[in-house]
């Protein structure tokens, strides 16, 4: 009996530590995976961090060139409506348009752009922003900001990033015929159409675009002919035949009289254009005697 209940015993201690080897090789696999996911937290964390510190600064940097951009192009757009008054003139809240004028204007506007911001990724903060290189040149406002952006994270040493940004408006002063340094790489002829008129012009000063309004008694009409020997005639657009007007209105080149100052006929809105965008005008019989009459 006694054999027999040593036999058992044995086989139940045999059985408990091939169970606790059994556990504790379960154990050992189950850590082993947990151990691995730690190493690799570790060594991706850093680089997930650098990522997101990156976007950010991106983001930063965007968000500045955005203000400073839309102060430019604001300050672009007001000078340029301004540079067809003279220096004398007083209508201009800024004086004649300059180079020196356009760094002046737009550093103050600028100023008040960024008045709420501290700007500590700009080596120099609002004074570190340059518009030395803003000139008034040829017709052209060009205003250009530059300035060195760092990191505002201590932890990155990153070399400051030189940006530069740009806002360029032609001057509203008009075409001039004379100005030779204007944009001459498209060589198709450009003529001159008025809103009313059938036919186009290759001569700003014709005489039908240069209007010397006069005014003259309905007495007197019958007797007056223009600067080519031609009567006057009504207008067909004001002038009515049941009206008892005594005063009307003639130009020296047209051979038209009106009742209206405001008449179309003795106003024009002269546009140019390119002679290929002309529909179904012909030149101006005055234009093509100039032109030798062809």
Same mark, same amino acid.
């Given at each position: 009996?006694? *054999?027999?209940?040593? #036999? ?8 408990? *530590?091939?169970?606790? $080897? =059994? ?9 082993? /995976?947990?151990?691995? $996911?730690?190493?690799?937290?570790? @060594?991706? @964390? /850093?680089? @997930? ?11 930063? $940097?965007?968000?500045?060139?955005? +203000? ?6 604001? &300050? !672009? ?15 201009? /809240? ?6 020196? $004028? ?12 960024l008045k709420e911001e501290a700007l500590p990724q700009i080596l120099g903060h609002k004074n570190g922003i340059s518009l030395l290189m803003s000139s008034y040149q040829n017709g052209r406002i060009t205003l250009k900001a530059s300035f060195l952006y760092k990191s505002p994270v201590a932890l990155i040493p990153l070399q400051p990033i030189p940006v530069t940004i740009v806002s360029s408006v032609h001057a509203?002063?008009?075409?001039? &015929? ?8 498209? #060589? ?29 008694? =309905? !007495?007197?009409?019958? &007797?007056?002919? %223009? ?11 004001? +002038?009515?035949?049941?009206? %008892? ?28 254009? =390119? *002679? ?19």
């Amino acid at each position: 009996m006694d *054999k027999i209940n040593d #036999s058992v015993n044995r086989t139940d201690r045999l059985n408990l *530590k091939s169970n606790y $080897l =059994k556990s504790t090789r379960k154990e050992k696999y189950s850590l082993q /995976p947990s151990a691995s $996911l730690t190493v690799e937290s570790a @060594f991706v @964390f /850093p680089f @997930f961090f650098l990522a997101i510190v990156i976007l950010v600064l991106f983001l930063d $940097l965007y968000r500045i060139q955005s +203000v400073i951009q839309a102060s430019l192009s604001q &300050s !672009s757009r007001e000078l340029g409506m301004y540079a067809y008054c003279e220096s004398d003139t007083e209508s201009s /809240p800024v004086g004649a348009v300059s180079s020196a $004028l356009c760094i002046a204007y737009a550093k103050t506007q600028l100023s008040n752009a960024l008045k709420e911001e501290a700007l500590p990724q700009i080596l120099g903060h609002k004074n570190g922003i340059s518009l030395l290189m803003s000139s008034y040149q040829n017709g052209r406002i060009t205003l250009k900001a530059s300035f060195l952006y760092k990191s505002p994270v201590a932890l990155i040493p990153l070399q400051p990033i030189p940006v530069t940004i740009v806002s360029s408006v032609h001057a509203w002063t008009g075409y001039d &015929s004379n100005n030779t340094d204007m944009d001459t790489s498209d #060589s198709e002829e450009m003529v001159y159409v008025t809103d009313y008129q059938g036919v186009y012009h290759t001569f700003s000063d014709c005489t039908y675009l240069s209007l010397s309004v006069t005014t003259a008694s =309905k !007495s007197n009409l019958s &007797s007056l002919r %223009n600067v080519y020997g031609e009567k006057y005639h009504p207008c067909e657009r004001c +002038v009515r035949s049941s009206s %008892n007007q005594n005063t009307f209105y003639i130009t020296q080149s047209g051979n038209r009289y009106h009742s209206s100052s405001s008449c179309g006929g003795l106003t024009r809105h002269v546009r140019l254009i =390119k *002679k290929s965008e002309l529909q179904n005008l012909h030149l101006c019989s005055r234009c093509s005697q100039r032109n030798g009459g062809h």
